[in-house]
């Protein structure tokens, strides 16, 4: 389904990681990123699975990283994506969450904030800059607009 903020060649080429483990969120997240024209949207819910992904998929563009996974937290990642220079972005529920290495969206948050967001870390990596952190409010499903 697409909304008038969608553009079907918004991320052309992209290959993204969403790692969280609600799954309500994880789908939703996954919809918006192939409305927008991600080539490919991998999912992972826990840190474990995240290290398997990464590592048989260096080619991954982009993350969308949750702090509360089942089996810690997605800040043991970080270290990680900045080795690897892969852009990423902190999604969190926490309104007071910080963090000067990646940009922050807070749940929930809308489509059109999730590509302003994620074209800024994709460009910051092409030009040279790591990690992006956005901070995320829960998702709802009808915060599409």
């Given amino acids: 389904m697409h909304h008038a903020l969608t553009e079907e060649s918004a991320l052309p080429g992209v290959k993204a ?60 990642l970080i270290p990680d994506l900045i080795a690897s220079g892969i852009p990423f972005i902190i999604t969190t529920g926490y309104s007071t969450y910080v963090n000067a290495q990646a940009p922050v969206i807070y749940k929930p948050y809308s489509a059109a904030e999730l590509l302003r967001v994620m074209r800024g870390a994709l460009g910051s990596a092409l030009s040279g800059r790591q990690g992006v952190i956005c901070h995320v409010a829960a998702l709802s499903p009808f915060s599409r607009i």
């Fill in 17 to 76: 990681l969403i790692v969280e483990d609600e799954k309500i969120v994880a789908f939703d997240v996954e919809s918006l990123l192939h409305d927008f024209g991600a080539e490919q949207v991998l999912l992972a819910a826990t840190v474990a699975q995240t290290r398997r992904i990464l590592a048989g998929h260096p080619d991954v563009s982009i993350v969308l990283l949750d702090l509360k996974l089942m089996d810690g937290s997605g800040e043991e």
